[in-house]
């Protein structure tokens, strides 16, 4: 019986499948398994194979001659090219049960590919099922009642397959995710260490083009090899692979192996090896792990040149060997017994690794680094440990300690252990600690091998027991087990401690022993150059900074400052089925994840860390700092009072709640870096209270009390420029925090009394307030009150701040001070509440949005702040989101965001708009639209829908109809066999929305919205991966691939220094100075602003003296974002941003020439604008501001006409 199939023939197979959608197939016939094809009546053909034939029908006689005509000229030329070659024996192999088949399916992953065949001599003759290519494939386990299962997923479809036991499903799966892995790996080393043409086959048994290598060997080596080689252990050979383990090859590593190459490492590892015991490609495995474990952890077959050396005499010629180039000769002497740490005579250059670095030679650092200087100690002919036996004899302590026994939590009670234990006789020897009963015993009590030791602590305050004062130390091991000593002075403790940490830290952490810390030991990390795997590093607390040096960095040290973290966050994970707590920390845009060898080690190094980077002392450098070196408790006081006291008369003079204040002070003291004031909450008064209280009492004043004098003194200079520049000498003086804390409260001071005519805090009252707060004097003389007002008067000069942050500040207050009052949601004024990838308290930042912002420019901003490194393969975006979380839009990077903002007044509850910063689109996904797009329709498929107001649909339901995305238009037709559309629509004139409104009773929980001037239509899908299809395609489409930055371009940032508002002070914007023709056209906006307030005066009641403010600030507003619009336009033009600007300025018109017909707005009594229960945006406030941005639009199309006519 015949069944219909969709058949295709590329050349090298045919394949047969369900439908042409199908993307794997139902049978494959390889043309090396073709025999024949030959001619059977009733439009049929026959193609023979040795296992069996296949009997194809089609409709027409002519379309079976030509496929009878095109199989047998391929055959003839196989026939004439073929060449024979050698079957590639599989990787894994073996029959598993299929979901949809009944019997048993023979799978065969053979290099990036797994086949599907009926049985074992199928795949042999060459036929098969389908192919599963693993570049496109993921494999994970699969929780069911059968245990052995597992998937392998791709793009359309997964396959689900069952093993005979766990351990075959397990051999499986590792080798499926190794076959991935090779897939996807980078070919770019091995063609470089391909180069030297001996290392194009292994070292061991000469198979083809090998991929991996042993590091400390220097031997390039096939993966049948390097499976033997892991076998011997990372202290004899290192094995990385030379495509999955980019990270590690660095380009002097790289150079090492094309120097010394297969060839020259074999005249040393094989040099007497036989031709009979030579290894061979299909050597067994047993006969491979043999002469592995010979040639190198033997030494078999090493050519012996220093056999008659003494160790002395092997460790001299190798310190004269690495000052020079030949890295062969020193690899020879190290593998023939020569100590890698051996004692060099030079005090300064003390190993071989430092005379090499001192001669310059990098090549034999590097290889001296793989050897010894890294996790992995070096295999050492006559000793199997980690340190060789000169070296770790070289160290000998004994003495008395107090000890504790082990314990297998953390020490919480090492008073109770100590007073239950007596002194031990504790010996520090051969990289061994062990502890007796007293000095005369000969057998110890315990012992601890110090190379196996993760993390020690130091105790800096002693503990006093009956007998006096002892000094602690902990030792901690892999295996939850703790250790406690104790030694009766703190000279003693250093001198156990430091010989400790020598021992288990390596040479190239080296200098983090000669801190003074509280705590060094090895932790896992990631940070934002290595987040895709953990590696080790080497950590060490001193006072409050976090010393480190990472694996990457080849040795160098860096620190975090713990008081300056941005975010100090603990979490947890699940890693291999166990749930692992890590600790985030953020300083400065570096951000470090961290955690432990175990959960006891990890809690001292949280504890520890908690610790220093928590307020510690009354002193101001001791407390929380942020990464302006301000503390955090200063920054968020002065941002809540510039967000919402600017306005309220006599702000600072005001006294609040003192037990309020006091609970402030407590909760800034216990965290100020996770405490957040928040309005509504906390009181104005309280905050202003909070402010003064800190500075205070803090152990010094913040001017100092040393300098009191001179500040003083500086007032008899009658000379104004005199006098400041006294003033600037001594902030020059001042400690590095008092400074950045002055700057950052003179500049507060400053706004404050530019507002004064509205808070009646001129700097003369701001001075009364504060002189006694800054220089902590009990009374207050008019000196002291004439010196701080001097500073705020003088702020601009002392500071050097430059003109236009001047005048930004202004802009700022104006828009703060005058439109607080209506805002709307999160939106009132330039601040507003953004969130990341959830809308979660903990996700928010309060931003500032600047007139003239683009999506592009938040979200880089956001970014920034959180310190996200979106990978190269993701896209972030902005998305509004609107009706209660129903609906949300992805934001175009050349959106103007303030004006979208400004649209939510017109919803029916625009407080539950919102703004969030997420993922949107991959580099696949853009590459699928391209390739779709070259084949005419991008997106195409049936999709329900429901329209208002009802014209092309009969009733009020939701509709099946068959869509097709193409040409900026996407095509309704009623079916899919109509050739005519019922409607389309163009995309550029359509907002489309992710969701559809729970009211419209949609019949899934996917779909999509679509917006035009005068419609609605909600449209459904059968599932979200659908649903984002749809609208990542529609994205792309509206803006015909134009979805990100051109490449080249300079990312966009926020032309605030710092945008972020929640923590840190309000700092002026900066511009570039205006040129002539940039204030002329400003000028005529002006003028136009002008014209605009007089024609909608005749609308208005008389009286009304608020207008001609609020035109005065847009104006400002205006000058700012004209200027922001040239500068822009000056870096980057395109006819494209030509042809977009001039649609949307011809829509704005229209959509201003409308708005100004209903200009009106209700007024009580002092004129200003009343609000609605809902708190909406005052339609006036909105008219101007729309009225801004479209008039914005207008001068840019014009100075772009301008600027094409100049060219």
């Known amino acids: 019986m015949f069944q219909k199939r969709w058949v295709k023939f590329d050349g090298l197979s045919i394949s047969y499948y369900n439908n042409d959608k199908e993307k794997y197939s139902k049978g494959i016939i390889p043309l090396s398994a073709i025999s024949t094809v030959r001619v059977q009546g009733d439009n049929k053909f026959e193609v023979v194979t040795t296992q069996r034939t296949f009997v194809f029908r089609v409709e027409k006689e002519e379309e079976r001659n030509d496929w009878i005509s095109v199989l047998l000229n391929a055959l003839k030329l196989q026939a004439l090219s073929s060449q024979s070659q050698g079957a590639v024996a599989p990787e894994k192999c073996g029959y598993l049960e299929l979901r949809g088949y009944k019997a048993k399916i023979f799978t065969v992953l053979s290099g990036n590919s797994v086949w599907l065949c009926k049985n074992e001599q199928d795949f042999k003759s060459g036929l098969g099922i389908t192919i599963i290519p693993m570049n496109v494939a993921n494999v994970k386990q699969v929780d069911r009642t059968v245990k052995q299962s597992f998937e392998i997923i791709t793009p359309y479809r997964s396959f689900s397959f069952t093993a005979e036991s766990e351990k075959e499903k397990q051999e499986w799966i590792e080798a499926v995710q190794q076959s991935i892995a090779e897939t996807l790996s980078d070919y770019e080393v091995a063609e470089k260490i391909w180069f030297n043409e001996s290392n194009r086959s292994c070292a061991d048994c000469k198979a083809p083009n090998p991929d991996w290598a042993s590091i400390n060997l220097c031997v390039v080596i096939c993966k049948k090899c390097a499976g033997q080689h892991r076998s011997l252990g990372p202290k004899d050979s290192k094995v990385r692979s030379l495509k999955m383990d980019a990270s590690i090859w660095s380009n002097e590593l790289i150079e090492l192996f094309i120097v010394i190459g297969n060839k020259r490492a074999n005249d040393f590892w094989a040099g007497s090896l036989q031709k009979d015991e030579e290894l061979h490609v299909d050597s067994p495995v047993e006969k491979r792990k043999n002469f592995i474990t010979q040639k190198y952890k033997e030494g078999r077959f090493?050519?012996?040149?220093?056999?008659?050396?003494?160790?002395?005499?092997?460790?001299?010629?190798?310190?004269?060997?690495?000052?020079?180039?030949?890295?062969?000769?020193?690899?020879?002497?190290?593998f023939s017994g020569a100590d890698v740490m051996c004692a060099t005579g030079d005090p300064e250059h003390s190993t071989p690794y430092l005379l090499a670095k001192k001669a310059g030679q990098s090549l034999q650092m590097e290889f001296l680094y793989h050897n010894k200087f890294s996790d992995f100690p070096q295999h050492d002919i006559h000793s199997e440990g980690g340190l060789s036996q000169e070296s770790s004899q070289s160290t000998f302590l004994c003495d008395f300690l107090y000890q504790a026994p082990a314990a297998a939590s953390k020490l919480s009670s090492e008073k109770k252990l100590l007073e239950e234990t007596n002194k031990k006789w504790c010996v520090l020897e051969g990289g061994f600690?062990?502890?007796?009963?007293?000095?005369?015993?000969?057998?110890?009590?315990?012992?601890?091998?110090?190379?196996?030791?993760?993390?020690?602590?130091?105790?800096?305050?002693?503990?006093?027991?009956?007998?006096?004062?002892?000094?602690?130390?902990?030792?901690?091991?892999?295996?939850?087990?703790?250790?406690?000593?104790?030694?009766?002075?703190?000279?003693?403790?250093?001198?156990?401690?430091?010989?400790?940490?020598?021992?288990?830290?390596?040479?190239?952490?080296?200098?983090?022993?000669?801190?003074?810390?509280?705590?060094?030991?090895?932790?896992?990390?990631?940070?934002?150059?290595?987040?895709?795997?953990?590696?080790?590093?080497?950590?060490?607390?001193?006072?409050?900074?976090?010393?480190?040096?990472?694996?990457?960095?080849?040795?160098?040290?860096?620190?975090?400052?713990?008081?300056?973290?941005?975010?100090?966050?603990?979490?947890?994970?699940?890693?291999?089925?166990?749930?692992?707590?890590?600790?985030?920390?953020?300083?400065?845009g570096r951000t470090l994840y961290i955690h432990g060898h175990t959960k006891l080690d990890f809690t001292v190094w949280h504890t520890a860390i908690e610790k220093a980077a928590g307020t510690d002392g009354n002193a101001l450098q001791d407390q929380q700092l942020s990464k302006n070196d301000v503390p955090i408790i200063v920054n968020s006081c002065i941002a809540f009072v510039t967000q919402y006291g600017l306005g309220c008369k006599y702000i600072y003079q005001k006294n609040g709640d003192p037990l309020h204040v006091s609970e402030l002070l407590e909760s800034f003291k216990k965290d100020a870096r996770s405490f957040k004031l928040r309005a509504g909450k906390h009181q104005l008064e309280d905050v202003t209270g909070v402010l003064k209280s800190f500075l205070s009492d803090i152990d010094d004043a913040l001017l100092t009390k040393e300098l009191y004098p001179y500040w003083i003194s500086a007032l008899?200079?009658?000379?104004?420029?005199?006098?400041?520049?006294?003033?600037?000498?001594?902030?020059?003086?001042?400690?590095?925090?008092?400074?950045?804390?002055?700057?950052?409260?003179?500049?507060?001071?400053?706004?404050?009394?530019?507002?004064?005519?509205?808070?009646?805090?001129?700097?003369?009252?701001?001075?009364?307030?504060?002189?006694?707060?800054?220089?902590?004097?009990?009374?207050?003389?008019?000196?002291?009150?004439?010196?701080?007002?001097?500073?705020?008067?003088?702020?601009?000069?002392?500071?050097?701040?430059?003109?236009?942050?001047?005048?930004?500040?202004?802009?700022?207050?104006?828009?703060?001070?005058?439109?607080?009052?209506?805002?709307?949601?999160?939106?009132?004024?330039?601040?507003?509440?953004?969130?990341?990838?959830?809308?979660?308290?903990?996700?928010?930042?309060?931003?500032?949005?600047?007139?003239?912002?683009?999506?592009?420019?938040?979200?880089?901003?956001?970014?920034?702040?959180?310190?996200?490194?979106?990978?190269?393969?993701?896209?972030?975006?902005?998305?509004?989101?609107?009706?209660?979380?129903?609906?949300?839009?992805?934001?175009?990077?050349?959106?103007?965001?303030?004006?979208?903002?400004?649209?939510?007044?017109?919803?029916?509850?625009?407080?539950?708009?919102?703004?969030?910063?997420?993922?949107?689109?991959?580099?696949?996904?853009?590459?699928?639209?391209?390739?779709?797009?070259?084949?005419?329709?991008?997106?195409?498929?049936?999709?329900?829908?429901?329209?208002?107001?009802?014209?092309?649909?009969?009733?009020?339901?939701?509709?099946?109809?068959?869509?097709?995305?193409?040409?900026?238009?996407?095509?309704?037709?009623?079916?899919?066999?109509?050739?005519?559309?019922?409607?389309?629509?163009?995309?550029?004139?359509?907002?489309?929305?992710?969701?559809?409104?729970?009211?419209?009773?949609?019949?899934?929980?996917?779909?999509?919205?679509?917006?035009?001037?005068?419609?609605?239509?909600?449209?459904?899908?059968?599932?979200?991966?659908?649903?984002?299809?749809?609208?990542?395609?529609?994205?792309?489409?509206?803006?015909?691939?134009?979805?990100?930055?051109?490449?080249?371009?300079?990312?966009?940032?926020?032309?605030?220094?710092?945008?972020?508002?929640?923590?840190?002070?309000?700092?002026?914007?900066?511009?570039?100075k205006n040129a002539t023709q940039d204030w002329r056209d400003i000028e005529s906006a002006k003028a136009e602003l002008e014209r605009l307030r007089l024609s909608a005066k005749r609308d208005q009641e008389p009286g009304d003296g608020t207008l001609k403010e609020r035109a005065s600030i847009v104006s400002q507003c205006l000058e700012h974002k004209d200027e922001k619009l040239r500068n822009r336009t000056r870096k980057h033009w395109s006819f494209n941003c030509l042809e977009d600007t001039e649609a949307e300025v011809l829509q704005g018109q229209q959509k201003g020439q409308k708005g100004l017909k209903t200009l009106r707005k209700t007024e009580d009594r002092n004129g200003k604008a009343t609000l609605d229960s809902n708190n909406k945006l005052s339609p006036k406030v909105i008219e101007e501001l729309n009225v801004v941005l479209q008039r914005s639009r207008t001068l840019s199309k014009e100075l772009q006409a301008e600027q094409m006519v100049q060219k």
């Open 302 to 334: 090493r050519k012996t040149l220093w056999a008659s050396l003494t160790k002395e005499e092997l460790n001299k010629a190798l310190c004269a060997a690495v000052v020079k180039p030949d890295v062969l000769e020193t690899m020879a002497l190290l």
């Open 433 to 588: 600690l062990s502890y007796y009963e007293n000095d005369k015993s000969t057998t110890p009590n315990g012992t601890i091998n110090i190379n196996e030791v993760i993390c020690l602590a130091v105790h800096k305050e002693d503990f006093c027991l009956n007998t006096g004062p002892i000094f602690t130390f902990e030792i901690y091991l892999p295996s939850e087990r703790a250790f406690l000593f104790g030694a009766e002075t703190s000279q003693a403790q250093r001198k156990w401690t430091e010989a400790i940490a020598k021992h288990f830290v390596p040479f190239v952490a080296e200098n983090l022993t000669e801190a003074d810390y509280d705590l060094i030991g090895q932790l896992y990390y990631k940070d934002c150059h290595t987040l895709d795997q953990w590696r080790k590093g080497w950590f060490a607390m001193d006072k409050s900074s976090l010393r480190f040096c990472l694996q990457m960095q080849e040795g160098q040290e860096d620190r975090m400052h713990l008081r300056r973290l941005q975010e100090l966050t603990i979490s947890t994970i699940l890693q291999n089925g166990e749930k692992l707590d890590v600790l985030l920390l953020v300083e400065k």
């Open 716 to 1072: 008899d200079t009658q000379d104004d420029k005199e006098r400041i520049q006294k003033y600037g000498a001594f902030i020059r003086t001042l400690p590095g925090v008092n400074r950045a804390t002055l700057a950052a409260i003179i500049e507060h001071l400053y706004r404050v009394q530019k507002c004064s005519e509205i808070n009646h805090m001129n700097a003369h009252n701001l001075a009364l307030a504060f002189s006694s707060c800054l220089f902590q004097t009990k009374g207050q003389t008019s000196e002291e009150v004439n010196v701080i007002e001097d500073l705020i008067n003088n702020y601009v000069e002392i500071f050097e701040v430059k003109e236009d942050q001047v005048k930004q500040m202004d802009i700022e207050n104006s828009f703060i001070t005058k439109w607080k009052d209506t805002q709307v949601s999160q939106a009132g004024d330039l601040l507003i509440e953004v969130y990341v990838e959830r809308k979660e308290a903990d996700c928010s930042i309060i931003i500032r949005i600047s007139p003239v912002m683009e999506a592009e420019e938040l979200t880089n901003d956001i970014l920034a702040i959180k310190n996200i490194i979106p990978t190269k393969d993701d896209i972030w975006a902005t998305f509004e989101v609107i009706e209660n979380e129903e609906l949300e839009r992805p934001l175009h990077y050349t959106e103007n965001v303030l004006e979208q903002v400004l649209r939510w007044s017109s919803l029916a509850e625009p407080g539950s708009a919102y703004l969030v910063v997420k993922r949107f689109l991959t580099i696949d996904t853009v590459r699928h639209y391209n390739e779709r797009k070259a084949l005419e329709s991008i997106k195409e498929g049936v999709l329900k829908i429901k329209e208002e107001p009802s014209k092309i649909l009969s009733g009020n339901k939701f509709q099946d109809r068959y869509f097709v995305l193409r040409d900026g238009y996407l095509f309704l037709y009623k079916d899919m066999k109509s050739s005519k559309p019922d409607k389309m629509f163009p995309l550029s004139s359509m907002k489309f929305y992710l969701g559809v409104k729970k009211k419209m009773k949609p019949p899934t929980s996917w779909g999509l919205t679509a917006y035009s001037e005068k419609h609605l239509w909600h449209l459904c899908c059968d599932s979200s991966q659908t649903q984002m299809e749809w609208m990542a395609n529609v994205f792309i489409a509206q803006h015909e691939n134009d979805i990100w930055p051109p490449a080249g371009k300079e990312r966009k940032r926020s032309i605030t220094k710092t945008p972020k508002i929640g923590g840190l002070p309000l700092i002026p914007i900066q511009h570039e």
